[in-house]
């Protein structure tokens, strides 16, 4: 048993820095694509979502796990303005 639990956290551990060096060779594309998904997570969490959805192509589709289908850009303007 405690082999087991050895072998689980040096497994653990060898994911938590190899997904640390992933991070630090990324190339420029891969770091402009993070910022654009941090800049829309935090324009989502402060509720501008006239800012937000300037992110988004008029031709995006967005289908939630509760959607019986996709939704496209502006059916989902319209659902998140009902809910807020």
Request: aromatic residues 14%; charged residues 25%; glycine residues 4%.
């Amino acid at each position: 048993m405690k082999m087991l639990i050895r072998i689980a956290f040096l497994l653990l551990m060898i994911g938590t820095v190899s997904s640390a060096v992933a991070q630090l060779a990324w190339t420029a594309e891969q770091k402009a694509v993070w910022k654009t998904e941090t800049t829309i997570m935090e324009l989502w969490k402060a509720g501008d979502l006239k800012q937000e959805m300037t992110y988004y192509d008029s031709s995006y589709h967005y289908w939630d796990a509760n959607s019986p289908a996709p939704v496209n850009k502006e059916g989902i303007e319209k659902k998140f303005k009902y809910l807020n």
